[in-house]
């Protein structure tokens, strides 16, 4: 579906929705290089029956329909275990699946080992109410591998249960954990449960905050567990197929500009790391048609730097992320890749992404739009900032970050409404719970806006402006001041004329902005 709201894209490719909100999601970082954040909460349905769910018995082997790399070691196959993870190390099935655990991990001596966590605690489905089920939902090359436990009983307190969903994603090998309705028994195995992921030998492992080995329940929270991808030093180009046969063109200038936005020009292409090294017979027109369909790997020489350039065909059709949101019109810089529109800076782009604004609330929730007949083809725009709300980290434009309003810290910012109105808290301005920087919002403007040559910063409170940031819509850095004593202006003759993003640093506070120059 195509909406008039698009032309105005190029305009609302907010580079500091996600500069801002990163910091305020706990991440932690294991004896590895994996991370763990938390997710908005969403639920998958999954149809096939896992086999071989005897109590504490690993399944028959699952084929993943893709490879999944953990650890470093690539997977095609696992075994799920009726106690509540996921198995990669190969089993043909039946084997026993321990029950009785006690050490936190990481650890070389946990009982289970080389496995992702979902729920791990004694279950014990003998009374068959609940279902053990999972399926492969969406479109390759970004297809999900789904485990749903729903409604299983704890052994020894029977009347209790646990639902949870564990999500493998291929390509980006990321793992995410739904905790449903997580209960716990106190009186079997002193309730331990954990959630988390470990590798072969257990000396590498990681949990999210309260949810390493020990007595603890939760309700509809998730968590991702995702480390540096291994092409994270490669450059993605994802293209819309105009023809289903896996062959576009590709436009070479898109990957200069954003190699090297200083002088594009010095970024030259070749079809092999050697010719790239060696710099000899470079591709000579930047309109490069691929040839190999759907995926092909050139390299980029920047200035020495050699960089591979993965070239990648991909059905627009598919709505790979399941957000509502047509994948074509998830290239808001509108240059024809999709992989470098990423608003959140999660690293994940877009149109696989489905928390575009990484606000903790699902972009299919905030891709509404108005019911009024005359606004129907103007997406909902809370705040009216010219930024819809499933790409604003700050919806109602308090100064607040929508993340930041969930102030029953349940990862949730959608069940706030601390006045009872049946609004939620992050969709209204008048609301701003324990958070002074509402009030010093007000009390500092940026002028003229439009402006040409000079930004000024009117501070009328009693803090001090200690730097100030300049994004572009693309996401860069592209004027940066630090000082000792407080900033009141910045020159901004040197940047294009075009929409910014600035960031005002503020002691302990950091406001956020927009201007245009002209």
């Known amino acids: 579906m195509k909406n008039n709201y698009l032309s105005m894209k190029s305009v609302v490719k907010a580079a500091f929705l996600l500069v801002f909100s990163i910091a305020t999601r706990a991440q932690i970082q294991p004896q590895s290089d994996y991370t763990v954040s938390p997710i908005p909460y969403q639920v998958y349905s999954a149809t096939q029956a896992v086999q071989g769910t005897n109590d504490d018995q690993l399944s028959l082997a699952i084929p993943l329909t893709f490879d999944f790399e953990y650890f470093g070691i690539t997977y095609s196959q696992v075994n799920v275990s009726t106690n509540g993870y996921i198995s990669f190390t190969p089993s043909a099935g039946g084997v026993f699946s321990p029950w009785n655990f006690s050490l936190s991990i990481p650890n070389s001596s946990f009982e289970v080992k080389n496995a992702f966590l979902g729920c791990y605690q004694d279950l014990n489905n003998s009374n068959a109410e609940g279902t053990l089920t999972y399926s492969v939902i969406g479109s390759a090359p970004y297809r999900k591998f789904v485990v749903l436990f729903d409604n299983h009983s704890l052994f020894s307190c029977l009347t209790l249960k646990s639902s949870f969903q564990m999500v493998l994603y291929e390509t980006l090998n990321i793992l995410d954990v739904q905790l449903i309705d997580k209960q716990n028994c106190p009186t079997w195995n002193s309730g331990r449960s954990v959630t988390g992921i470990i590798d072969q030998t257990g000396l590498l492992g990681l949990t999210p905050p309260g949810r390493n080995t020990g007595s603890w329940t939760?309700?509809?929270?998730?968590?991702?567990?995702?480390?540096?991808?291994?092409?994270?030093?490669?450059?993605?180009?994802?293209?819309?197929?105009?023809?289903?046969?896996?062959?576009?063109?590709?436009?070479?200038?898109?990957?200069?500009?954003?190699?090297?936005?200083?002088?594009?020009?010095?970024?030259?292409?070749?079809?092999?790391?050697?010719?790239?090294?060696?710099?000899?017979?470079?591709?000579?027109?930047?309109?490069?048609?691929?040839?190999?369909?759907?995926?092909?790997?050139?390299?980029?020489?920047?200035?020495?730097?050699?960089?591979?350039?993965?070239?990648?065909?991909?059905?627009?059709?598919?709505?790979?992320?399941?957000?509502?949101?047509?994948?074509?019109?998830?290239?808001?810089?509108?240059?024809?890749?999709?992989?470098?529109?990423?608003?959140?800076?999660?690293?994940?782009?877009?149109?696989?992404?489905?928390?575009?604004?990484?606000?903790?609330?699902?972009?299919?929730?905030?891709?509404?739009?108005?019911?009024?007949?005359?606004?129907?083809?103007?997406?909902?725009?809370?705040?009216?900032?010219s930024i819809p709300n499933y790409l604003d980290n700050d919806d109602d434009g308090d100064g607040v970050l929508t993340i930041n309003e969930d102030y029953n810290n349940n990862n949730n910012p959608g069940d706030d409404d601390t006045n009872g109105n049946s609004i939620p808290d992050y969709l209204e301005n008048a609301v701003a719970l324990g958070v002074d920087n509402f009030t010093v919002q007000k009390e500092v403007t940026i002028y003229p806006n439009p402006t040409s040559s000079v930004l000024n910063i009117d501070n009328k409170s009693n803090e001090s402006v200690t730097a100030i940031s300049i994004y572009n819509l693309n996401g860069a850095l592209v004027k940066h001041l630090k000082s000792s004593t407080s900033l009141q202006s910045i020159s901004v003759t040197d940047l294009e004329m075009g929409v910014y993003f600035v960031k005002i640093q503020m002691n302990s506070k950091v406001l956020n902005y927009k201007f245009i120059k002209k």
């Open 218 to 385: 939760a309700f509809h929270e998730g968590w991702r567990f995702q480390r540096p991808s291994a092409t994270a030093n490669s450059y993605l180009y994802a293209k819309c197929d105009d023809d289903a046969d896996g062959i576009v063109t590709f436009n070479l200038q898109v990957v200069q500009n954003d190699l090297s936005s200083a002088d594009p020009l010095l970024v030259s292409f070749y079809e092999t790391e050697a010719d790239a090294i060696s710099q000899t017979n470079a591709i000579s027109n930047l309109n490069y048609v691929n040839t190999t369909a759907n995926s092909q790997i050139i390299y980029a020489n920047n200035n020495g730097e050699v960089k591979a350039v993965i070239l990648r065909v991909i059905a627009c059709e598919n709505n790979y992320d399941l957000d509502s949101v047509a994948t074509a019109d998830e290239d808001l810089n509108a240059d024809t890749n999709l992989a470098n529109d990423d608003t959140d800076l999660d690293g994940i782009p877009n149109f696989i992404d489905n928390d575009d604004d990484g606000d903790m609330i699902l972009t299919s929730v905030e891709y509404v739009f108005p019911r009024n007949a005359n606004s129907a083809q103007s997406l909902i725009d809370t705040d009216g900032d």
